[in-house]
């Protein structure tokens, strides 16, 4: 059987860190190592990992100074390759937990498939393990997905999410990617490149996987850096995908403007600072450039359709205000343009009643 390393990024986790790790060790499938790599802790977690480590042979231990999730997770791939015979890599976060037989049906399913990837779904709970009610999947069966339909995991109606950590890769696939540093969302940056790298890409309903969110997470609370960070990857990943894969443009379509949606969600009514003018004058960008039949799919969410809806209504009325406002400016400063052309341009776009 294939051995796999599992690498989990350690940042004052203490609270959490032991049943993460005996989660893991536990697992059902035994022909795994595990690399803890911490990040600069201050809360003990070194320590603890440090003790599991002179328990089990094996267990790595990498401490480095603190810089990031994305390096972390290059060090600890890195550390798999240069150090490790395995054939795979997995990844979990360091408050989260592995069902019992999560390796043993990831790796089932790699091998009579030969999967380069095996995707699987999650359970999400809170602080205290209370199932929150839903996590991943809108899949009901076993599925493969041959080389041009591999990204659809990714993508709407699947929606299994750019995350590391509810997929086993095969380890070849990280030769020429790494995850970007200073970055916020690092796995919506590199996650499709991967994909685009398998051959053979396999989806398991099974919920393996138990996520643990935070009401203070990133994704729930970060700022306007994260919503840009998030709009960019989520902007190169759709980018890619349709250029390169135009018979999955509509669902590549449908996932990046539900992102869009969920960021517009986010941002806070009365923040009128320059990084979210910019971020809204960019998703404005995309929202006018896009055809109708894209933006308008019946693979986007619901809710996403009414924000799109409204922030299209939005832009029109602007668009319509300003060129009304631009008219009358030429009409007073008796401009090179024929009066006479601009009435009736007046007339044509907003009716006789407001010609003024």
């Given at each position: 059987m294939p051995k796999v390393s599992i690498i989990v990024p350690v940042y004052n986790a203490k609270k959490y860190l032991k049943?993460?790790?005996?989660?893991i060790l536990k697992q059902s499938f035994q022909d795994f190592d595990l690399i803890l790599v911490d990040?600069?802790?201050?809360?003990?977690?070194?320590?603890?990992?440090?003790?599991?480590?002179?328990?089990?042979?094996?267990?790595n231990l990498i401490c480095k100074e603190n810089g990031g999730i994305s390096s972390v997770r290059n060090i600890g791939v890195n550390w798999a390759i240069d150090n490790?015979?395995?054939?795979?890599?997995l990844f979990i976060d360091s408050d989260d937990l592995m069902k019992k037989n999560l390796l043993e049906r990831v790796i089932i399913?790699?091998?009579?498939?030969?999967?380069?990837?095996?995707?699987?779904?999650?359970?999400?709970?809170?602080?205290n393990l209370e199932n929150l009610g839903w996590g991943s999947t809108q899949a009901t069966d076993f599925e493969i997905f041959n080389p041009d339909k591999r990204f659809l995991p990714l993508l709407p109606p699947y929606d299994y999410g750019d995350y590391v950590w509810n997929k086993l890769f095969k380890k070849t696939l990280f030769s020429n990617i790494s995850f970007p540093e200073g970055m916020t969302f690092e796995d919506t940056y590199t996650t499709y490149k991967f994909f685009n790298n398998a051959k053979t890409v396999v989806l398991?309903?099974?919920?393996?996987?138990?996520?643990?969110r935070h009401s203070d997470s990133i994704t729930t609370k970060g700022g306007a850096r994260a919503k840009s960070d998030f709009f960019e990857a989520t902007r190169q990943k759709y980018n890619f995908i349709s250029e390169n894969y135009s018979g999955l443009s509509k669902n590549a379509?449908?996932?990046?403007?539900?992102?869009?949606?969920?960021?517009?969600?986010?941002?806070?009514?009365?923040d009128k600072s320059n990084e979210y003018k910019k971020l809204l004058f960019e998703i404005r960008g995309f929202i006018l450039k896009t055809p109708y039949e894209l933006k308008n799919n019946s693979l986007c969410n619901g809710e996403a359709l009414i924000i799109i809806d409204k922030l299209e209504q939005g832009i029109n009325s602007y668009k319509m205000y300003r060129t009304k406002r631009e008219l009358n400016k030429r009409i007073k400063k008796g401009s090179n343009t024929a009066v006479g052309l601009v009435m009736s341009i007046k007339k044509r776009l907003f009716g006789s009643k407001n010609i003024k």
């Amino acid at each position: 059987m294939p051995k796999v390393s599992i690498i989990v990024p350690v940042y004052n986790a203490k609270k959490y860190l032991k049943d993460c790790i005996d989660s893991i060790l536990k697992q059902s499938f035994q022909d795994f190592d595990l690399i803890l790599v911490d990040d600069g802790s201050t809360d003990g977690s070194i320590e603890l990992c440090r003790a599991y480590a002179d328990d089990y042979a094996r267990i790595n231990l990498i401490c480095k100074e603190n810089g990031g999730i994305s390096s972390v997770r290059n060090i600890g791939v890195n550390w798999a390759i240069d150090n490790s015979d395995s054939d795979f890599i997995l990844f979990i976060d360091s408050d989260d937990l592995m069902k019992k037989n999560l390796l043993e049906r990831v790796i089932i399913s790699q091998k009579e498939n030969n999967a380069d990837i095996v995707c699987f779904g999650f359970e999400m709970v809170n602080d205290n393990l209370e199932n929150l009610g839903w996590g991943s999947t809108q899949a009901t069966d076993f599925e493969i997905f041959n080389p041009d339909k591999r990204f659809l995991p990714l993508l709407p109606p699947y929606d299994y999410g750019d995350y590391v950590w509810n997929k086993l890769f095969k380890k070849t696939l990280f030769s020429n990617i790494s995850f970007p540093e200073g970055m916020t969302f690092e796995d919506t940056y590199t996650t499709y490149k991967f994909f685009n790298n398998a051959k053979t890409v396999v989806l398991l309903p099974d919920r393996l996987y138990i996520y643990r969110r935070h009401s203070d997470s990133i994704t729930t609370k970060g700022g306007a850096r994260a919503k840009s960070d998030f709009f960019e990857a989520t902007r190169q990943k759709y980018n890619f995908i349709s250029e390169n894969y135009s018979g999955l443009s509509k669902n590549a379509a449908a996932g990046f403007i539900n992102s869009i949606a969920a960021i517009l969600k986010q941002i806070p009514i009365c923040d009128k600072s320059n990084e979210y003018k910019k971020l809204l004058f960019e998703i404005r960008g995309f929202i006018l450039k896009t055809p109708y039949e894209l933006k308008n799919n019946s693979l986007c969410n619901g809710e996403a359709l009414i924000i799109i809806d409204k922030l299209e209504q939005g832009i029109n009325s602007y668009k319509m205000y300003r060129t009304k406002r631009e008219l009358n400016k030429r009409i007073k400063k008796g401009s090179n343009t024929a009066v006479g052309l601009v009435m009736s341009i007046k007339k044509r776009l907003f009716g006789s009643k407001n010609i003024k």
